[in-house]
């Protein structure tokens, strides 16, 4: 039996856990696809669930990465496993819940989607997880109207960016924050014309500026956050979808910072948010995984998008793993990272 290569960890707690591991490929089961993975996404949850601060982290040993793009390499028609919608050699980018740090994924079809004849799959595998999530944000929870004026924080991310372009696309108004000039001088370039330096006091910041909001996206959380939401307009929403603040700067979590940020983390009051009108959302992209139907329903409206490809800002091999989640973990990286996976070949023992 053919031995293949996965990135796996025995159990949350350290990134340096994270080792290569050589396993037997499985059979193909019952109504998947197998997927040759060509590259994989990476994202702050894989930092998160490698360090045990994720609440969706699997117990023991696990695999991380969320989304892929590859080729399908087998539909299972052969011996009657299912009538794909998918055929082999069909260039397609998908999602998992976690295992996705591998270069052979079994993927149901319902959490596949094409990948656009003039993307690389380094593009394809920056698209689904960001998208999805600034997706979701804007649309679904944010109910985002044309004309409205919307804050992106972190907007040079990875999720930062879909989020620019999406809302600029629905006819919004965003304004992004990034954390240093430099990050800023690429938005601009890249056609957005507002955009904050965050300074460190910037709830005087924002007041100075004299900024309003329809809506705010925020994956930072503490004082940032709190001084967005201030600037809400009544019928204003914020929608959050996670917390940068509390990402570990070694190895291991600090868990005496952790605790303290957490103590000190924003506390909204419903009675105030009913007379000032305002709201506050948060939600996990992963648990929506585990709800097929509206999963497939979102990625198929993914596919009516007419979004360019993502920005891919670094790109790792398959062994520098350990390198591509530590430049992540800095907070310096820009755009989508992606990892390739040259020449492996691994079964995803987590797929959705």
């Not at 979102?298 to 670094?314: R, W």
Request: net charge neutral; hydrophobic share 45%.
């Amino acid at each position: 039996m053919a031995k293949v290569t996965v990135w796996e960890t025995p159990k949350a707690g350290s990134l340096a856990n994270l080792v290569q591991k050589q396993r037997p490929l499985p059979p193909l089961s019952a109504g998947h696809v197998r997927v040759q993975i060509h590259a994989v996404g990476l994202n702050f949850a894989d930092i998160f669930a490698l360090t045990g601060l994720y609440s969706a982290t699997p117990e023991g040993a696990f695999t991380p990465g969320l989304e892929f793009a590859g080729t399908v390499i087998d539909t299972g028609t052969d011996s009657g496993n299912i009538d794909s919608a998918f055929q082999v050699g069909d260039r397609v980018m998908g999602v998992t819940r976690f295992g996705g740090y591998c270069s052979i994924i079994d993927s149901e079809p319902d959490y596949l989607i094409p990948l656009p004849d003039d993307w690389s799959f380094a593009e394809g595998a920056a698209f689904p997880a960001q998208t999805l999530t600034a997706w979701y944000a804007l649309n679904t929870l944010g109910a985002i109207q044309p004309g409205q004026r919307v804050l992106i924080h972190s907007a040079a991310g990875g999720v930062g960016l879909q989020a620019m372009k999406l809302a600029t696309l629905l006819g919004a108004n965003p304004v992004g924050t990034v954390g240093s000039p430099d990050k800023a001088a690429m938005l601009q370039d890249m056609g957005f014309e507002n955009v904050l330096v965050r300074q460190p006091d910037f709830a005087r910041q924002l007041t100075e500026t004299g900024h309003r909001f329809d809506l705010v996206l925020d994956a930072i959380g503490g004082t940032v956050q709190q001084a967005s939401f201030a600037t809400l307009n009544p019928m204003g929403r914020l929608v959050v979808f996670g917390a940068a603040e509390f990402t570990p700067t070694g190895n291991r979590p600090n868990y005496l910072k952790a605790a303290w940020r957490y103590l000190r983390r924003p506390r909204y009051d419903v009675m105030d948010m009913i007379s000032s009108n305002r709201s506050v959302m948060a939600f996990n992209l992963i648990w929506l995984w585990e709800q097929k139907a509206s999963m497939k329903a979102l990625l198929s409206e993914l596919q009516t998008i007419a979004l360019p490809p993502p920005h891919v800002g670094h790109r790792f091999a398959f062994d520098d793993a350990q390198a591509a989640l530590a430049l992540l973990q800095s907070g310096t990286s820009v755009g989508k990272r992606s990892e390739f996976l040259p020449s492996l070949n691994c079964h995803n023992g987590h797929t959705l």
